[in-house]
Every structure is written in C-alpha cells, then in structure tokens.
C-alpha cells in the first residue's frame, strides 16, 4: 500500500451532486453565476476580509493582482526564491525583474531584516510568501514597505485560514493571493483568490480575469481570462462547510509528527509561531547532520512505497530560466540555498492514519 504525499479533500459525493443540480436547470455554467457570487460572499466571510475576487487557479491570481498594480515595465520586485516556481513566474510574465532576498532559518520566510539593502530607486513592491503556511514577520514587512512607498502582495497560496492574534492572514499588505488548487488545504478542484482591502481594486480585478471587458460594449484594456466556473465554485461551497474538520484531521496528524520526530539529534522542526492558528498545511523536516541524509530519507520511503517530496528543491532561482539572472543560482541567499538542500515534507493530509504517521517515522529514524 503506498501513501502519496497528499490527498485531495472531498465532499461526500451526494453533496456535491445536490450543489450542482440547479445548473442543470439554469445552463448558467460560468462567468460570475450564483455559486460564484455566494462562495465569493462566504470566502469574504471566512477569510475576514472586505473584498475576494475568484479565479479559475492561483497562479492567474497572482499574475493579475501584479498586473493591477500597474508598474512599470523593468521595475524590480523583491521576493523569495524558496518557492513554488509560480510566485517567481508571476513576477516575471508581467515584465518586472525578481530580486531575490533571502529567508530566515527558523520559519523559511523572506527575511525582513535583509530586505532594505536590496532596495532600489526601481523597486516597486515586494511579494513574500507564507510558505508552507508559516505567517511571515508582517509587521516589519508592512513597516519598511511604507517607509519606501512600496506594494507588499502576499502569496498566501498555503496560507488558506491562517490567523495572527484572530486576525485573518488576507488583511496584511496590500493583496494576497491564495491556490484553491486540488492539493491544497482547502480546493475548488482548480482555483484561486485575490484578497484586498482597497475598493478601488474591485473593478479592475473584475475586469482583468474576463478580457478587460467592461459592460456590454466597452473593452478597457488587453485581459485575458481567467474566470471561476459555477461547478469550481459549488466544489469551494461544498468543501468550505468541512475544511475546519479537514484542518483539525492535519492537526492532529502534525502533532503525531511533532512528538516521533521532535527532540531529534539532527531533525530541525519549524517551531509553532507565537499567536499564529495554523492550518497544518505542509510539516517541513530538515535533515542537517542526521544519521541520513536528505536524499537518503526520501529513498528510503520510497522504498517503503511512501512519496514525500523535496519541497522546495530546487530553489525557483536555480531554474534554467533563471540561474543566469543576477541572484540566479542562490549564492546570495545562503541559507534558502542550504534548507531547500535538507528539507523534505512527509504526507500530510486530513485522513493519514496514525498507523500511517508512525510507519513514515519509523522509516525516518531508520527503524523500519
Ligand atoms: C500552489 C501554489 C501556487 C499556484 O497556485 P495554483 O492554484 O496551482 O495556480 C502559487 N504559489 C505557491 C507557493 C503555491 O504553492
């Protein structure tokens, strides 16, 4: 029996069914229908935050959310390189220039105290990730980003329910952009979101992910499309009525984790942050001076048939289409370059057993 590294949360079948019947009824399949609206209204509502706009994945979010920011072309935009490759794409399909700063070594988070010396009179906004859900240091982004006038978007993409002191992880920075992507703690199959506070936003957002059309006859500028489908959003209504039982199942997934692989020489474990509700999104694993190494690990497990995965090896600024850039090969960012070196995520997903946890660590500490 072989364990992937995840699974993708589900609705009992009947649910989903009952969701979708009245489109069958009103051939209303797409572009902005009731399901759209009321997931909208109710994502507004979870994540607390005033303004979601939908889209058919996280990566289209992304891209728009810089795209409505309107910089100019050749800007630089200050980001992560220990990622997944969206967050870099993103930046670079929209004509801006990533500079990559490095993380800190205890959450893995773009690390604020590095973040001024790579400012320049061409920066214009910063994008850090809240990777593997772990909150960034908000407060001391948010600060040096007003002090110099820039942006701060967020990927949020595995941040899905995050709070800080029971303030939802969308109200930071200017924008968020969250992946409602199969794997993630919370789908709509494909998916994504942009959340904001600025109601000026609203009408660009909307116009931007359906051709740039606005109204019946007018076109006000070259979008593309990236639109949420009525059968996407009933799977978000559906899956929205389980994900704190679906996020309370990581929980105590994690906590197994936390108790086998804690404490152990050569094991690194990211700390639980101060204030920060989790959502048990990913459980990263740093081999640094353990009897296995990294990639020992990993063959090890899949010998016993479980898929963990190098999450995330290598960095987005070892990529071919990026290690020739300045910053590309990760030599500026020593310690991104030496985490996605040891780190490794086990499965993790609500329904992994606890006969499921402790096989994968017993593999891990070599007694399996
Ligand atoms: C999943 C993910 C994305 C992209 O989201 P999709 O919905 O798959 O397009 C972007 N950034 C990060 C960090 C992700 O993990």
């Known amino acids: 029996m072989s364990i992937n590294v995840t699974r993708s949360s589900l609705p009992p079948f009947e649910e989903y069914c009952e969701e979708i019947k009245e489109l069958w009824e009103s051939r209303w399949l797409t572009n902005m229908g009731v399901k759209h609206k009321q997931l909208q209204a109710e994502l507004e509502a979870y994540l607390d935050v005033p303004h979601v706009t939908l889209y058919t994945n996280g990566h ?19 980001t992560t390189p220990f990622t997944f490759a969206s967050t870099t794409h993103a930046i670079v399909r929209n004509g801006l220039v990533p500079v990559f700063c490095d993380v800190n070594p205890v959450d893995y988070t773009l690390d604020a105290t590095k973040l001024e010396a790579l400012i320049t009179d061409k920066t214009v906004a910063i994008v850090p990730v809240h990777v593997y859900g772990n909150l960034c240091d908000v407060e001391a982004l948010d600060k040096i980003a007003k002090a110099h006038g820039l942006k701060v ?3 949020a993409a595995h941040a899905f329910g995050v709070t800080l002191n029971g303030v939802g992880v969308a109200n930071f920075g200017d924008a968020s952009m969250f992946s409602f992507h199969a794997t993630k703690v919370f789908n709509t199959i494909e998916g994504g979101a942009v959340t904001f506070r600025d109601d000026s936003l609203i009408a660009t957002l909307n116009d931007m992910k359906n051709f740039g059309i606005h109204g019946q006859e007018s076109c006000v500028y070259a979008g593309g499309n990236a639109k949420m489908s009525e059968f996407q959003a009933a799977m978000g209504i559906c899956n929205l009525r389980h994900v704190d039982g679906e996020i309370a199942k990581r929980r105590a997934a994690v906590e197994q984790y936390r108790r086998r692989l804690g404490g152990v020489e050569g094991i690194t474990l ?4 101060e204030g920060v509700k989790s959502n048990y999104a990913y459980f990263p694993v740093v081999f640094d001076g353990f009897r296995y190494t990294r990639d020992e690990v990993f063959a090890r497990l899949k010998e016993h048939d479980v898929i963990a995965r190098k999450y995330f090896y290598p960095l987005t600024s070892d990529f071919e289409c990026y290690v020739d850039m300045p910053g590309g090969g990760g030599e500026r960012t020593p310690v991104a370059k030496h985490i996605a070196s040891c780190v490794l995520t086990p499965p993790l997903y609500a329904g992994l057993t606890e006969e499921e946890v402790d096989l994968i660590c017993d593999v891990i500490l070599g007694d399996a």
């Open 270 to 273: 990211c700390p639980e942050q």
């Open 60 to 78: 289209l979010a992304l891209e728009n959310v810089i795209a409505a920011m309107n910089f100019s072309e050749g800007s630089e935009v200050i």
């Open 153 to 155: 978007i967020y990927d």
